[in-house]
């Protein structure tokens, strides 16, 4: 009766057992090697979140987030600070000396340039606003809000100044020309022109299209300084040029209003995309 008792088929189980064991090694080296392939889909979406183009609808940071070391960021930060209070500060000063312009000289391009200059201004308090919060510097959701607001100040100040320039046009306002209206195009000419610079170059650092926007409001700025010198130039040696200055004018307009647009389409719903964020902030 003992031989009975001896049955090696348990054995055989035992021995089928690390058969089966080896086989499931093989699947359990497979799953060690999955992990890094959900971490390499997660580091492609955060690349892809940092673009301006928030496909996936989630909290993102712009591509200066991998761009730039902490210590650095606040550097550019500081100066895109920097470079917007000075921005305040010579674009009021130009924007009276514009509107003084327009009203005594009857000069359509220099209310323009006034109105772009108080633009400028709110443009560039937008930028403080936007870079106020050293910890949200690389926060594209605040980007896009800043980028949106910029858009709306570009719509309603870029049909100001159509209006006042087809006006006129209209009435055939005849721009008088002397030293002083020389000077203000000249000043404003350079000035807005060194902003717009000094915005682009740190708009580019920062991968920020708030202060690349504003930076093109100081272009548009320097623009119609340029303009007023040269409409003013061409109508003291051809009268019959009475229409180059209101034509400028309501060129400058439609380009702002362009702008804007395109600014509006391109960020509203970027910021519907990321509204959560604000928590995080």
């Known amino acids: 009766h003992r031989n009975p008792p001896v049955p090696p088929v348990p054995q055989p189980p035992r021995g089928h057992a690390p058969l089966a064991s080896t086989p499931a090694v093989g699947p359990l080296s497979s799953p060690a090697r999955e992990p890094p392939q959900p971490e390499e889909e ?5 690349s892809e979140s940092r673009q301006f183009s928030d496909g996936l609808g989630r909290p993102s940071l712009l591509e200066s987030s991998t761009r730039l070391k902490p210590h650095e960021a606040q550097n550019y930060r500081k100066k895109a600070l920097w470079v917007s209070w000075f921005s305040i500060i010579v674009t009021l000063a130009l924007a009276v000396a514009a509107f003084t312009v327009s009203v005594m000289r009857y000069s359509a ?3 323009g340039f006034a109105f772009d200059a108080i633009l400028d201004v709110l443009s560039s308090a937008i930028v403080l606003w936007r870079y106020s919060n ?3 510097v690389h926060s594209a959701h605040r980007e896009y809000i800043a980028c949106v607001i910029l858009g709306v100040i570009f719509l309603l100040s870029s049909i100001c100044i159509v209006v006042k320039a ?3 046009l209209s009435t055939r306002l005849l721009p008088e020309v002397d030293d002083f209206l020389f000077s203000v ?6 000035l807005c022109s060194i902003l717009a610079v000094l915005k682009f170059m740190l708009g580019k650092v ?6 690349i926007t504003d930076g093109f409001n100081s272009l548009v700025g320097g623009v119609m300084g340029f303009s007023i010198l040269l ?15 209101g034509s400028i004018g309501v060129l400058i307009g439609l380009t702002i209003f362009a702008y804007g647009v395109k600014l509006l389409i391109d960020m509203v719903p970027r910021v519907r995309q990321t509204r959560h964020y604000e928590m995080f902030e």
């Open 42 to 46: 997660r580091q492609l979406r955060i």
């Open 109 to 111: 391009s220099s209310f």
């Open 134 to 136: 050293a910890a949200a």
């Open 166 to 168: 087809i006006h006129d």
């Open 185 to 190: 195009s000249i000043l404003s000419g350079i």
């Open 206 to 211: 920062l991968t920020s299209r708030a202060l």
């Open 231 to 245: 409409s003013a130039e061409v109508f003291k040696h051809n009268s019959a040029v009475w229409y180059l200055d």
